[in-house]
């Protein structure tokens, strides 16, 4: 046999020549006795078989196939899911057109209506030619709107005046000036509104002059407020000459009973003026009014003409610490509160309640007591104490002394 193997030893490269298998032979570097071992002949690759393979074509035809079996199956899907959703939507437009007959039918004119535009709307939104052609029902829409307009304005118009329904009027204002099949009656319906309004003012104005004379004063004020909010929804040749008549009555009634209120001044240890205000204002416009007096109003329309109110409060709290609670070093609390009542500079009524810490403070615990008796020094936290209970006094007598006051002539 013909060959070279390498030497396991050394690893020099052993030439053979006519030596079988299993002869020895002599390493010619490390001279060590080495077994030939079997050495493969030589393949020559170009005889042997080539594995069997498809054709390309025939790879392609079948993927070309599944392609082709794919998209029919989609298209019938897609066919199918169309029809479905047709037939749904005929189904539902059908349902809508009978319920708009039934609420029609019924004299529920605005439910007609708003189901067939329902209808309508769908049938807009598809392809279809057929469910597309709805102008028997375009043209019934037309005159259901028309008669549910109308219908509406004739009930608001002969509604009741107090509560005036405002809103109403201005939603289907406003509703027949976005829907095309109502243009033609914008004016008609805002004849009838200003016809309401100024039948509405009139009411308002004369339930006021009607409340004044019966001396209840503050909801003859609130009349006219309510008049004004109407006002301002006039055309403006009628709004000034109604405007006139308002701005007289209000002035009429504020010059008489209208009163002006001072914000609280004073000297102050634990209290302020914001807390005074916060506190005090709503007892004097309750006990104020109780009396038959306007107090001022940062709401009302006619806020400016306070400036010329017969009547004017003014509030002054004085704060003082005098005197100990009991054999403490804690001061006690009094508080005076002037208020007085005074018509273009004249004084018409004044008083001076006044509340001072109540000694022992009810409801004090023994620990708390025995803690204050046993200290010589002050407690700023004690002392405020002493302040809430007399600030809880005074609001008291202040609004026991406005029950005293002399009702407005």
């Known amino acids: 046999m013909e060959g070279s ?49 498809r054709p390309a074509w025939v790879v392609w035809s079948w993927a070309l196939l599944g392609i082709a079996g794919a998209i029919i199956v989609g298209a019938g899907a897609l066919l199918a899911l169309k029809r479905h959703h047709h037939s749904s939507l005929e189904r539902s437009i059908q349902q809508l057109l009978e319920s708009s007959r039934r609420h029609e039918s019924a004299g529920r004119l605005t439910d007609a209506l708003l189901e067939l535009d329902a209808a309508l709307e769908l049938a807009g939104k598809s392809d279809d030619p057929v469910l597309g052609a709805l102008d028997e029902q375009r043209h019934r829409r037309e005159d259901l709107a028309r008669r549910d307009a109308r219908s509406i304005a004739d009930r608001l118009n002969h509604a009741g005046t107090s509560p005036f329904p405002l809103g109403d009027w201005l939603n289907l204002l406003t509703r027949a000036e976005h829907d095309p099949d109502l243009k033609g009656m914008v004016p008609e319906i805002r004849d009838l509104f200003q016809v309401s309004l100024e039948r509405a003012i009139a009411a308002e104005l004369a339930s006021a002059r009607k409340l004044m004379d019966t001396g209840r004063i503050v909801p003859a004020l609130d009349a006219a407020d309510r008049s004004d909010t109407l006002i301002k929804h006039l055309a403006p040749s009628a709004a000034a000459r109604v405007r006139r008549d308002a701005d007289d009555f209000v002035s009429q009634l504020l010059s008489r009973h209208g009163v002006s209120i001072e914000l609280p001044e004073g000297e102050f240890t634990f209290g ?77 009524w004044q008083t001076s309640p006044t509340a001072r810490s109540t000694v022992p403070l009810p409801k004090l615990s023994a620990l708390l007591a025995s803690r204050v008796a046993a200290s010589d020094h002050r407690s700023e936290d004690f002392e405020r104490m002493l302040y809430t209970e007399a600030r809880g006094h005074i609001d008291e007598k202040v609004s026991f002394a406005l029950n005293n006051m002399p009702p407005c002539p």
């Open 272 to 348: 302020s003026q914001s807390a005074y205000v916060k506190e005090f204002l709503p007892l004097l416009v309750h006990g104020l009014e109780a009396k038959g007096y306007l107090p001022y109003r940062e709401s009302s329309p006619w806020k400016a003409m306070w400036d010329h109110a017969q009547y004017r409060v003014h509030l002054k709290v004085v704060e003082q610490l005098e005197g100990n609670y009991l054999s403490s070093a804690n001061r006690l609390t009094r508080i005076v509160a002037h208020l007085t009542l005074s018509s273009r500079g004249e004084l018409k």
């Open 5 to 53: 193997f390498a030497c396991p030893e050394c690893g020099t490269s052993v030439e053979l020549a006519g030596l079988a298998p299993g002869r020895q032979v002599r390493c010619g570097f490390c001279h060590r006795l080495l077994e030939v071992p079997y050495l493969p002949r030589a393949v020559d690759d170009h005889w042997k078989r080539r594995r069997f393979r």
